[in-house]
């Protein structure tokens, strides 16, 4: 059976969320980055120290963001470049061995049909505009069982991929589930079935 993070990727990758990748630290304007950093630290405090990585970009705008531990000594910083251009960076942390690490990535142009995040119309605040200013209406399409298609598909998600690809092909550009814990780790039950 495939991992629950495993799971949660390749339905990112299906969705279309995690695009835009073309080269070592280089992605395209709103398409997501991941930044890696190793660092090993006390069993247990992974969840509780403060790190982060503070951005530069065009025009010296800045934007710090929060990273999070990601398992196997892993930490991640996840950053999609508001605009086109290079951009450095500098770590924080109350980690000393991920404080203070430097790099740079180039965002190139927006990918054909991306328009960046949405939020509140800077034309009219009743409305929601995607960050390029083209108007976003919600359309949402309700999949609470998306996560069960595949489950036992340990490779890949094909069943999912083509529920996505027709949900999208018919104009929807949300899903809307709900997402449960999936490990159970308090008493329960032992007739519980694993699944």
Do not use: C
Request: charged share 20%; no cysteine; aromatic share 12%.
């Amino acid at each position: 059976m495939m991992s629950p993070r495993k799971v949660f990727v390749l339905l990112l990758l299906a969705i279309g969320f995690v695009t835009g990748l073309t080269a070592a630290n280089t992605t395209a304007r709103w398409a997501p980055i991941d930044l890696e950093f190793n660092a090993k630290v006390k069993s247990g405090t992974e969840f509780d120290l403060d790190f982060a990585a503070t951005f530069t970009g065009p025009g010296d705008q800045q934007l710090t963001v929060p990273g999070f531990f990601n398992g196997n000594d892993t930490f991640v910083v996840r950053f999609a470049p508001p605009a086109e251009g290079a951009w450095s960076y500098i770590t924080s942390s109350t980690e000393r061995s991920l404080a203070g690490q430097t790099g740079s990535l180039t965002a190139t142009a927006p990918l054909p049909g991306k328009h960046g995040p949405v939020g509140i119309s800077k034309k009219d605040p009743t409305k929601f505009a995607y960050a390029d200013g083209s108007q976003y209406f919600p359309i949402a399409f309700e999949l609470d069982w998306l996560f069960a298609l595949d489950a036992e598909n340990g490779n890949d998600i094909p069943k999912t991929r083509s529920v996505i690809r027709h949900v999208r092909e018919n104009g929807f550009n949300q899903i809307v589930m709900n997402v449960f814990a999936y490990d159970v780790n308090w008493p329960h039950d032992p007739k519980l079935p694993a699944k």
